[in-house]
Every structure is written in C-alpha cells, then in structure tokens.
C-alpha cells in the first residue's frame, strides 16, 4: 500500500515579518487516518496547503512515498489527492456530471456506483430527473449534507491515494449526519486520509492526532496517548467534548 506521508524540519510563513509553521516533523504510514486539531489560526488550513504545495515551504522537506514534492510537477502532486470539503463546490449541472467531476472518463454505471459508496444513491432517486437532475446556479436546491454526500461520490470515483477531508462544523440531521459518517469511513478505508477534525469519533479513531498551536505541532499520538499525557490535547478534548453525550455522534 502506498501514501506514506513525510513532513521533515518544514518552516513556512505567508509573510516573512510574521513566522508562522516552524520546525514541523510528523511521519503519516500509508492508511492512516491523521487527525489535524487545534484552535483557529493554528495552521491547520496551511499545512493542507503546504502538502498540497498551494505553497512551497521556505525550509524542509515534504515526501510522498519517498519522493520529495518539491523534485515534482505539480499536477503529478496534486494528482495524488482528493479534497472533500466543508463548503462543498457543486457546479450548475446535473448530478450526475457533478460526481463525474472525480473522473471524467467515468461510465454512468461507475457514477452510481460511486453515488452508493457514498450514501447518495437513495437521495438521488427521489429527485425528479434523478441523476440528470440540474443543480441550480446557487446549489440551493440540495441540502447542505447532501451536498458533502455528492462531494464524497466525487472522491469515491477519482480514487485518489491520499484525501483531505475537511470536516463540516455545522451540524446536519442525526439520519444525515450517519450517512456521512458511513460514507465518509468508507472512502477512507484503505488510504492514507488527513482530517480537519471536528467529529469526536473521526478524532477518536485517528491513528494520529496532530495538535496544532500556532503554527506547531505541540502534540502528536493517538486519542488514547494524548489524554494520558494531560497536556493541550486533554484540555481542548474536555472544554470541545467534555459532555460528549450532546453531540450525538458516539
Ligand atoms: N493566504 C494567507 N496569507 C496570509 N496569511 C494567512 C493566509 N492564510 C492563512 N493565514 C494566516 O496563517 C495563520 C494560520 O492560518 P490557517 O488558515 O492555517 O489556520 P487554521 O488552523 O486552518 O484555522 P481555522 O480553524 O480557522 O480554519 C493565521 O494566522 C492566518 O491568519
Ligand atoms: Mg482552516
């Protein structure tokens, strides 16, 4: 299996005057699931993009399967991942051509096929048109959930070796909201994932969780070593999660 994921030494700020990520390290093994927490303005967003290479870091490495990125042209880095994420870009089209957009050469037969995977089938065949129902100009004629449902068609279809999922913070219907859960575990499922977490159980699962705070990783294991270390991780744990029950997701 391959997506193996490799920050070594990386430094990077967006201005010079303001440094910002300083000295990252973290090894990913491929199949992970990483988790990336911490409050806002930690880095989160930016070591996405770093890893991506949106930007190129200013000192350090980042590999991919032992290859530098940097020694890579970048539609073969970015070729590698699939993106899910919270304000999910649908595209006035039909349905189907909107999951079609993981993969053009796709079939329809892989389009619903993709659309299953990701819990969205059954939605789908209550529309009028079904998979030729036209999303409107603003996307306001699906609802927020089955919009991130049709973006995870869309990574089900592109395959990608490694995917970033960014986490809806806004909270949809329990029945939806397990249909994403479902969907979600399954595109997963046997590929190197980063999650901007806000899901207690995404977090909890994690084989790493980084925690983030201004621009470093303070602290990194999985849910199990964190708590007991009793440190940042443990206490936004308890201020996010402390009554747990509420959130309805464990
Ligand atoms: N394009 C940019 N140009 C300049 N500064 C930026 C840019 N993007 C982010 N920053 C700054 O870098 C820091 C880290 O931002 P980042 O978006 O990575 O945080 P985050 O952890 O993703 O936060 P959030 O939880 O709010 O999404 C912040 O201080 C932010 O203001
Ligand atoms: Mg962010």
Redesign the pocket.
């Known amino acids: 299996m391959s997506g193996k994921v490799v920050f070594r030494d990386v430094s990077f700020s967006?201005?010079p005057d303001q440094p910002?990520i300083s000295h990252l390290s973290f090894t990913a093994n491929p199949g992970d699931t990483v988790a990336i927490v911490?409050?806002?303005?930690?880095?989160?967003?930016?070591?996405i993009n770093l890893l991506m290479r949106f930007y190129d870091v200013d000192s350090g490495d980042i590999e991919i399967d032992d290859v530098n990125t940097k020694t890579v042209a970048l539609e073969e880095v970015r070729r590698q991942f699939g993106m899910v994420l919270q304000d999910a870009w649908l595209y006035h089209a039909t349905i189907a051509d909107n999951i079609r957009l993981g993969q053009l050469e796709a079939t329809d037969y892989e389009v619903v096929d993709a659309a299953k995977t990701a819990n969205v089938d059954h939605f789908v065949r209550t529309l009028p048109d079904g998979y030729q129902f036209v999303i409107d100009e603003e996307a306001q004629n699906v609802s927020l959930g089955q919009k991130q449902l049709l973006t995870i068609a869309r990574a089900v279809l592109a395959d990608p070796k490694i995917l970033i999922l960014d986490e809806a913070t806004s909270s949809v219907d329990t029945r939806l909201e397990q249909l994403l859960q479902e969907a979600m575990d399954r595109v997963m499922q046997g590929r190197t994932s980063f999650v901007?977490a806000h899901r207690l159980s995404t977090i909890r699962h994690a084989d790493l969780i980084l925690v983030?705070n201004h621009?470093q990783i303070i602290e990194q294991g999985n849910h199990e070593q964190l708590l007991e270390q009793n440190g940042f991780y443990a206490k936004l744990y308890q201020s996010q999660f402390g009554d747990a029950d509420d959130l309805g997701t464990e």
Request: glycine residues 24%; hydrophobic residues 30%; aromatic residues 6%.
């Open positions: 967006y201005r910002l911490g409050p806002t303005g930690a880095g989160k967003t930016t070591l901007i983030m621009g």
